[in-house]
């Protein structure tokens, strides 16, 4: 009987860890959205660089992405790479013809709950701003 009890309350303290450890490895990654606050469809390019000179463009562009973004909506991309320092770049189309904005921020994380995602919203005007 106690070997059963013994068992049970392992299995209960595995599975518990199982669960952190998946917590842990999500939180450890980076999601993207775009939210589109016009009445066109937007189509915005994003690519995430690591920063540093010495590697070559393709070595440094670590994830490239082509969001198609309705009309007053958005759209999301969970843990599309790890949390680190990188270097943001992005374009955005209205009707995937006419760039309107074209840019790059640096994104440095922090231990922050709010900063396992970046977003961008984009204005009336076609402007993108991130969050």
């Known amino acids: 009987m106690r070997r059963r ?8 303290v595995l599975t518990s860890l199982t669960g952190c450890s998946m917590l842990s490895s999500r939180s450890g990654t980076l999601d993207l959205s775009v939210f589109n606050h016009d009445d066109s469809p937007y189509t915005v390019y994003v690519e995430l660089v690591r920063p540093g000179g010495d590697r070559s463009r393709s070595e440094a562009v670590v994830y490239d992405a082509r969001f198609e973004v309705p009309a007053d909506d958005g759209e999301t991309r969970e843990a599309v790479v790890e949390k680190q320092a990188y270097i943001a770049r ?28 970046v977003a961008f919203d984009i204005d009336g005007e076609g402007t993108l701003t991130h969050r």
């Open 5 to 12: 009890q013994a068992l049970l309350a392992m299995t209960g």
């Open 90 to 117: 992005y374009d955005a189309y209205e009707d995937d013809t006419f760039r309107t904005d074209q840019d790059h921020f640096h994104y440095y994380p922090t231990d922050g709950a709010d900063d396992d995602f």
